[in-house]
């Protein structure tokens, strides 16, 4: 039987409309959700205009690059290290550079070595004494190493562990209670993907950043009742001093800067990632390239091609140091 041209033509008419209208409604739907999306980011994001920011190793690399790129968001920085002239000579460049968006500060400095307990305690009183209180505790500081675990001394094992891994978490818990107390704070972790992975003959180094992963971690979990955020970053290589200040086997400096680490990321790149990680209270972030990265998942998905890998890459670095 034929049907007549006027029903067909009304069929048509009325699933174009019901097409129409389904359409609208995802249509509004997506809307909906990227509008809530938006203004869920932007409620997270944290402001650090006056926010009191600490970064361990604001020296040098890195951990420079941010006390840089904090300034310039309105941060009252206090800067930690070693070394009070190099730390003095970045208090005058920031209070050099002026920027119209924010309201800038004068730094503060706080020298300690953390690989000393004792001076950590002290460092952490007279960190809390420059504003009473801290809002975000950037653990940056650290060091690498390079060595074959078959030559490399205990001591130099826990040298490593001592800078990278107790003397953070000591510094940590000293400033927590301030922050428990207010119900507030941030502590953001620079680790490395060495700290998801281990390469070889980077034992000690890849050990400290499993720990400071590890910990930190555990610390997210517990906080999260007081309202105080961790953020564990985990970059690639970044084109830094790292690799000449490593500590080798024997406990002597390294001193060679490596192709991987000279090829790196500029740190001030690096150090915007940082920023804007802690503005959106990142919980664990890779800031490292597609290879790395896909290390990563194999390493937990294939275990067994990740091990026949890093073990083709220790043949290829022993054959390379024989010849
Ligand atoms: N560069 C990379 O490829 C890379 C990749 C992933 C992760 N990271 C991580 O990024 C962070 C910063 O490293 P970087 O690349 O910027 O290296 P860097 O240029 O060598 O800076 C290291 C900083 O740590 C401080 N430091 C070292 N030993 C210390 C100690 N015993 N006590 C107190 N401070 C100490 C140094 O300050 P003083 O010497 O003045 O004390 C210096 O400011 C490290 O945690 C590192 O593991 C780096």
């Not at 150090?271 to 390239?289: F, S």
Request: overall charge positive.
């Amino acid at each position: 039987m034929l049907r007549s041209p006027r029903r067909s033509v009304s069929k048509y008419w009325g699933m174009d409309k019901m097409f129409g209208s389904m359409a609208s409604v995802l249509l509004v739907g997506l809307g909906g959700l990227v509008l809530y999306r938006l203004l869920q980011r932007l409620r997270q994001k944290a402001c650090l205009q006056d926010a009191v920011v600490v970064i361990t190793g604001a020296s040098s690399g890195l951990g420079k690059e941010c006390a840089r790129v904090f300034h310039a968001a309105g941060a009252k920085l206090i800067l930690c290290g070693r070394n009070r002239n190099l730390l003095q000579e970045l208090v005058e460049e920031l209070g050099a550079v002026a920027d119209s968006k924010h309201k800038t500060y004068t730094a503060s400095i706080v020298t300690f070595d953390l690989s000393k307990v004792e001076e950590v305690a002290q460092a952490a009183e007279d960190i809390l004494k420059c504003h009473g209180y801290v809002d975000v505790l950037i653990n940056n500081a650290g060091i690498s190493f390079r060595g074959n675990i078959l030559n490399t001394h205990i001591d130099v094992h826990k040298e490593v562990m001592e800078i990278n891994y107790f003397g953070p978490i000591a510094l940590t818990q000293a400033i927590l209670p301030s922050m428990v107390q207010r119900q507030r704070g941030q502590v953001v972790v620079i680790s490395s993907i060495q700290g998801k992975i281990s390469i070889p003959f980077r034992s000690a180094y890849a050990a400290s950043k499993h720990a400071t992963q590890a910990y930190f971690d555990c610390l997210r979990a517990e906080l999260e009742q007081y309202g105080i955020k961790v953020s564990v970053l985990s970059p690639g290589y970044i084109r830094t001093s790292l690799s000449l200040n490593a500590v080798t086997g024997n406990g002597s400096k390294y001193g060679v800067l490596d192709r991987n680490t000279a090829e790196g990321r500029d740190p001030w790149e690096v150090a915007g990632a940082v920023l804007e990680a802690t503005e959106r209270r990142r919980k664990d972030a890779m800031m490292a390239g597609a290879i790395p990265c896909l290390a990563v998942y194999i390493r937990t998905l294939w275990p067994s091609l990740f091990f026949r890998l890093m073990a083709g890459r220790a043949r290829k670095e022993h054959k390379a140091k024989d010849q």
